[in-house]
Each structure stands twice: as C-alpha cells, then as structure tokens.
C-alpha cells in the first residue's frame, strides 16, 4: 500500500504550510491573548479557498479529497490551534453537512456564500444539561404553520461570535426520543436567538465559542 502523499496532495500541504509561515506564526499567540483571528486573516483564508475545501465545485469550493483537507488542517494546528478549528468547524461540520445532506435549494442559497466566507458556519449541539450526549438534547422545534418556533440553549458553539449561518439540532419529536431529532439552518439575527458573552478557555482562546439562546425564534422550514 502507498502511502505517499499524490503531487497534489503535497502542494495543498505545502501552501498550507507556506501560508502559516508567514501569516499565521508571528501573529498567533498575540491572537490568542486577544481572543480573536482578525478579520483580515479570516477574509484572507477565504481568498485562497480555505473557506470552501469540503464544498463542491459547483457551488464555488475546491472539493478537496479528504486527505488533502486533513493535511491542511494538520499544518493550520500546527501553526495556530484556535485558527484551525475556526476552520475546520465552518468546513467539516457545517459545509459539508449541508453538501451532504440538505436540500438542493439549501445548497444552492448557502453553499456559495460558505465558499467565499461571506457568511462563516457555527455547529451548534452541546447543551447546558446534555454536553454531546445528542440523544438527551432538550432544545425544541415546534411546528407552526411554514416556521419552526425554536426554544432552548446550546453550549460551546464554536465560532458563535463571527457567524452567519448556524446548524442547531432540535426536538421536532419528543416522544420518538433521540429518532425525534432534526438540524435546523438559522441565520444570524433571527429573532428570539441571543448570544452569550465570549467564554475564556484553559486554551484556543483565540476560537470564538459562546453560548446561544432560542426563544421563540422562527425557522422557516
């Protein structure tokens, strides 16, 4: 089995790495202290593609295979832990999810503006009294008419601070237990969600990550 890396795999590494000698490095514990990447590098990450790895070309990514996204993702941790996950969460958790599993009108309104980082994604699971224990999530979304009202906390949402596009997992059913549960898309400033202040971790201070509270907010469906 080989297990080199392809021409092309090894150029996404060596510009990765290229990009954090310069950008990332000198800049990366004063990032850390602040508590915040500068937008100027997040607009930057956007330009070269950084932001739309895992989306398909047709809605404006690079498409990468996975192992050519992991060996960014090493060199990005390498350089700036708290950059990383600003970039991996938008990429693994939110992009790709919607590449993977949403509608293709979905796809088609959001997936483009989460390529260029116009709109940076948050993943919002963990909850006050549920942790990632997905199948005990309290948060609720009840039908009603062509919205779902949406109540209840998340906990440790990265990126929350800088989001524009949120995947929130809800209860659309109760009674069917953790089979009752669904991911909602909610856009920032929608009405009802609140934002916690900016938590001050042991680590990756850098990685905005707060709570975010619904109440009685509406989703379209």
Same mark, same amino acid.
């Given at each position: 089995?080989?297990?080199?890396?392809?021409?092309?795999?090894?150029?996404?590494?060596?510009? $990765?790495?290229?990009?954090?000698?310069?950008?990332?490095?000198?800049?990366?514990?004063?990032?850390?202290?602040?508590?915040?990447?500068?937008?100027?590098?997040?607009?930057?990450? =956007?330009?070269? &593609?950084?932001?739309?790895?895992?989306?398909?070309?047709?809605?404006?990514?690079?498409?990468?295979? !996975?192992?050519?996204?992991?060996?960014?993702?090493?060199?990005?941790?390498? @350089?700036?832990?708290?950059?990383?996950?600003?970039?991996?969460?938008?990429?693994?958790?939110?992009?790709?999810?919607?590449?993977?599993? =949403?509608?293709?009108?979905?796809?088609?309104?959001?997936?483009?503006?989460? @390529?260029?980082?116009?709109?940076?994604? $948050?993943?919002?699971?963990?909850?006050?009294?549920?942790? !990632?224990?997905? &199948?005990?999530?309290? !948060?609720?979304?009840?039908?009603?008419?062509?919205?779902?009202?949406?109540?209840?906390?998340?906990?440790?949402?990265?990126? $929350?601070?800088? @989001? &524009?596009?949120?995947?929130?997992?809800?209860? !659309?059913?109760? =009674? @069917?237990?953790?089979?009752?549960?669904?991911?909602?898309?909610?856009?920032? &400033?929608?009405?009802?969600?609140?934002?916690?202040?900016?938590?001050?971790?042991?680590?990756?201070? =850098?990685?905005?990550?707060?709570?975010?509270?619904?109440?009685?907010?509406?989703?379209?469906?």
């Amino acid at each position: 089995m080989d297990f080199e890396l392809s021409e092309d795999q090894q150029l996404m590494k060596d510009a $990765a790495r290229e990009f954090c000698v310069k950008r990332v490095f000198p800049h990366a514990e004063a990032w850390d202290k602040k508590g915040a990447i500068p937008e100027d590098v997040l607009k930057e990450l =956007a330009e070269l &593609g950084y932001m739309g790895l895992l989306i398909p070309e047709e809605y404006g990514g690079l498409g990468v295979d !996975t192992i050519s996204y992991v060996c960014v993702m090493e060199e990005f941790a390498r @350089a700036c832990a708290s950059m990383e996950i600003v970039v991996s969460v938008h990429n693994s958790l939110v992009s790709h999810a919607i590449a993977k599993f =949403a509608s293709d009108a979905i796809k088609k309104k959001y997936l483009p503006i989460l @390529a260029s980082g116009e709109k940076i994604g $948050a993943y919002c699971l963990s909850e006050p009294g549920a942790g !990632t224990d997905a &199948g005990s999530l309290s !948060t609720t979304a009840k039908r009603d008419g062509s919205d779902f009202i949406v109540n209840g906390t998340k906990s440790w949402v990265t990126n $929350a601070g800088i @989001a &524009g596009i949120f995947l929130v997992f809800v209860k !659309t059913d109760p =009674a @069917a237990g953790s089979k009752g549960i669904s991911c909602l898309l909610v856009e920032e &400033g929608t009405a009802g969600m609140t934002l916690g202040k900016h938590e001050d971790k042991l680590g990756i201070k =850098a990685s905005d990550t707060r709570e975010v509270d619904f109440t009685d907010s509406r989703v379209p469906v």
